[in-house]
């Protein structure tokens, strides 16, 4: 005889514990500390830093291990805990100009003043396997040599100079605040760049891609890619001024692309730009082109009804944790929607069968 | 480590009940609200349980089910989330509950003034799948125009001979909104004109909505196509009811079925009234 579905509070204990003893694998070898995650899955931890909206290393390395490796599952760990976190204030925006880079190339000047720096990139590796780091690990040291510290300009400011490139303006109005306001459609840049910073990777990496082959095309160049440390300040409203309250690690891209002009204007490049957590140079530049395929209206371009250049659609679109909260939620019962659909389907065929009777008399 | 009482700040419960009273002020219109990340994944109920951490006080007793059940393993998962976060008596109860949170069931018996049930809604707009741009059905529902969607159940008559709906069935709010009653079987849709206040959460989609008590709650039809609440017609194999919905549930594997209460609690209740149905009547093979 049947039993009412019952043993959901067991069953879900048991499957707490399973899932526990498997994260931990096999006991006879040693179990990953968050710490190593940390120093040597470093790229896995900026991915989530970026798409959490949290830098805090220490935090996504043990997302990382609590989820098992599944960082969109990690990155909804450190989701799920920045809701806990109070909103002090808002930091004064970071200034990338002094940022202490690690890594700066331009793809549009062969040299370009403060030189470029190649820094720590898998760009001119070959993709063969090394054994030797499953035998003997890792043991290379790089050279090193002191720098002091100094401001680095931006490419494409050379360009404006000329005045070869178009001019953001700043309008002076406080940004808003994707993670305490409702999205709302059309929404502005400065949304669109937050809603793109914390997108998934694999999302706005096809639709940057499909700009590239012809989808709302806009001729990128990377001006400028800097990966690097930047101070955070916050203006103290008891101190009177603003303070270093810590650094982070952030890529910046700025691509310049397809010039637009009219009769009057003489012809321009404009822009795209990406800025993410750590470095995450793959999404900085996924960034810069969807960012600049969204600007069509602003750059009196023409809509091709492209994806990359409906707003609507990528920004409802991009965040993972509600993309995979809702595919994922299909799992769970179904069964009243499913059976008021069996008695629906029931009723439908009976009624078509009756007439094909009556059709067959 | 001490989370705020039922987990969120209270900046944001703020927040919430002021898009509850919005939503309360303009029935069955939706109100945009900043969702925050939840503990659960979106479209488990993360716009219901913001909801209810929001209106819960230390002197509510919850209650919660899924399919109409306490016992389905997301109804266990939230109960415990607010054990732990609210540290609040729950129950399985219907008539103890002061706030009752559900997916996809109206409880089989009448809620009273004294309750509030909190539905867990995954997609808000009902033109969404007539029109999938936000931008678009925003202004639909501004300028009251619902043509698509009688089209769209004149569409479907003229295909299958009726209106090919059986949950989500769209209704008009005060002969005003458009609103999606949540993936409600239609055999509950008659039962949202209640004495209980009825709140309406999308997390992901991040808006809420709202019917006071006796809100006029009419499911769209037509005069000569009139909507029918529809169940299996079937009595419950384990309490004999014939007026409560039936879950079918596959008890071997030559095809044999028999149909049972989704709302647990009232099937219990009945069992403990009437004793169980031993030799069911209604457990002849299928048409």
Avoid at chain 2, 205 to 221: C, G, H, M, N, W
């Amino acid at each position: 005889m049947y039993v009412a579905v019952k043993g959901g509070e067991k069953a879900i204990d048991n499957a707490h514990a399973w899932l526990s003893e498997l994260r931990r694998g096999d006991e006879n070898v040693l179990e990953l500390s968050v710490d190593q995650i940390r120093e040597q899955l470093s790229l896995a931890v900026n991915r989530v830093m970026s798409e959490g909206s949290l830098f805090d290393p220490d935090l996504a390395a043990l997302a990382i291990k609590q989820s098992r490796g599944d960082l969109i599952e990690a990155i909804f760990l450190i989701r799920a805990y920045r809701t806990t976190l109070p909103r002090f204030g808002y930091s004064a925006p970071i200034n990338t100009d002094s940022m202490q880079c690690t890594r700066r190339i331009s793809a549009t000047f062969k040299d370009i003043p403060g030189g470029q720096i190649l820094g720590p990139t898998f760009d001119y590796t070959h993709r063969l396997l090394d054994f030797k780091l499953a035998a003997e690990g890792n043991r290379t040291k790089a050279q090193s040599q002191k720098t002091e510290a100094k401001s680095t300009p931006h490419i494409t400011e050379f360009l404006n100079k000329e005045g070869l490139i178009q001019t953001e303006n700043d309008d002076g109005s406080d940004p808003p605040d994707l993670t305490r306001e409702p999205l709302e459609i059309p929404a502005n840049r400065a949304i669109r760049l937050q809603a793109l910073s914390r997108s998934d990777e694999g999302f706005l990496l096809g639709l940057a891609y499909s700009t590239q082959r012809g989808y709302a095309r806009n001729h990128a160049f990377v001006g400028e890619l800097r990966i690097g440390i930047c101070s955070v300040e916050m203006d103290i409203p008891e101190l009177g001024f603003s303070i270093e309250i810590g650094e982070i690690e952030v890529t910046e891209c700025e691509t310049v692309n397809q010039f637009v002009g009219s009769k009057k204007e003489p012809p321009q490049f404009t822009r795209g730009y990406g800025l993410v957590f750590g470095q995450t140079e793959r999404k900085a530049i996924s960034m810069a082109l969807v960012d600049r395929a969204m600007r069509w209206k602003e750059l009196g371009e023409e809509n091709k009804n492209a994806p990359a250049q409906d707003a609507e659609f990528v920004l409802y679109h991009c965040d993972n944790i509600q993309a995979t909260g809702f595919l994922e939620h299909i799992k769970l019962p179904h069964y009243v929607d499913f059976q008021s659909e069996i008695e629906l389907v029931r009723k439908l065929r009976k009624a078509a069968d009756q007439n094909k009777k009556q059709e067959g008399k | 480590m001490d989370y705020n009482f039922a987990y969120l700040d209270e900046q944001t419960k703020r927040m919430i009940r002021r898009a509850i009273l919005k939503g309360l002020a303009i029935p069955g219109y939706q109100v945009p609200f900043s969702s925050r990340e939840m503990p659960m994944p979106y479209g488990w109920g993360t716009g219901g349980v913001q909801v209810s951490a929001s209106i819960l006080t230390p002197e509510d007793r919850l209650k919660v089910i899924d399919q109409g059940a306490d016992d389905t393993t997301n109804a266990v998962s939230i109960r415990k989330f607010f054990e732990k976060t609210a540290k609040i008596p729950t129950t399985e109860n219907t008539e103890e509950a002061t706030v009752i949170q559900t997916r996809h069931r109206i409880p089989e018996q009448p809620l009273m003034d004294s309750q509030i049930l909190v539905y867990q809604v995954p997609i808000p707009e009902p033109l969404r799948f007539l029109e999938p741009r936000e931008s678009e059905t925003r202004k639909m529902h501004a300028l009251q125009e619902y043509g698509l969607m009688h089209v769209k159940l004149y569409e479907d008559i003229s295909i299958n001979g009726a209106i090919a709906t059986s949950y989500a069935y769209p209704v008009k709010v005060e002969d005003r909104y458009v609103m999606d009653p949540s993936p409600i079987p239609k055999f509950d849709n008659p039962k949202m004109e209640m004495e209980a206040v009825q709140l309406f959460g999308a997390g992901r989609e991040q808006r809420i909505y709202a019917l006071p008590p006796f809100t006029k709650v009419r499911s769209l039809d037509f005069e000569d196509y009139p909507f029918e609440p529809s169940k299996a017609d079937y009595k419950c194999n384990l309490c004999g009811s014939d007026s409560s919905y039936l879950d079918e549930v596959i008890i071997d594997d030559k095809g044999g079925r028999m149909f049972v209460c989704s709302d647990t609690d009232y099937c219990q209740k009945m069992i403990a009234k009437h004793g169980e149905v031993s030799k069911p009547d209604n457990q002849r093979a299928l048409p």
